[in-house]
């Protein structure tokens, strides 16, 4: 099973931007979907975006125009890119992959991921 360990988050004024990235190990991010999900004080984890292992995206309509997902194969490193943080984005995000579903499209379900990392922290003061 692949190990997942995620970093990149932290304080951020509205507006602004940040990266998070996702390193993995004991596998390759190409051969996995993998998604950024999020979870917010007092409530449930959600998908946020994902790419499927034939490289397509598929975001949350939040999230749409602000957050992108890409993957690095050489580095084995998955990224979130942020862009126009808002105080609602406050959350800890969790980086997940599969080997289950389909290979062109991006499952949006938890129980779908297998592989989780430890999450990081992103405050987005209002």
């Known amino acids: 099973q692949v190990q997942l360990v995620e970093s990149g988050g932290g304080l951020v004024q509205a507006g602004g931007s940040l990266r998070l990235s996702c390193a993995a190990s004991g596998g390759t991010v190409s051969s996995y979907t993998m998604a950024w999900f999020r979870q917010a004080p007092g409530k449930e984890r959600e998908f946020v975006v994902g790419i499927s292992r034939a490289g397509n995206t598929y975001r949350v309509d939040s999230v749409l125009g602000r957050f992108t997902i890409s993957r690095d194969n050489d580095k084995n490193t998955v990224y979130l890119q942020m862009n126009s943080l808002k105080p609602e984005d406050t959350a800890l995000y969790f980086c997940?992959?599969?080997?289950?579903?389909?290979?062109?499209?991006?499952?949006?379900?938890?129980?779908?991921?297998?592989?989780w990392g430890q999450g990081t922290q992103v405050t987005v003061p209002s």
């Open positions: 997940a992959a599969s080997r289950r579903g389909s290979y062109v499209w991006v499952s949006q379900a938890i129980r779908d991921f297998e592989s």
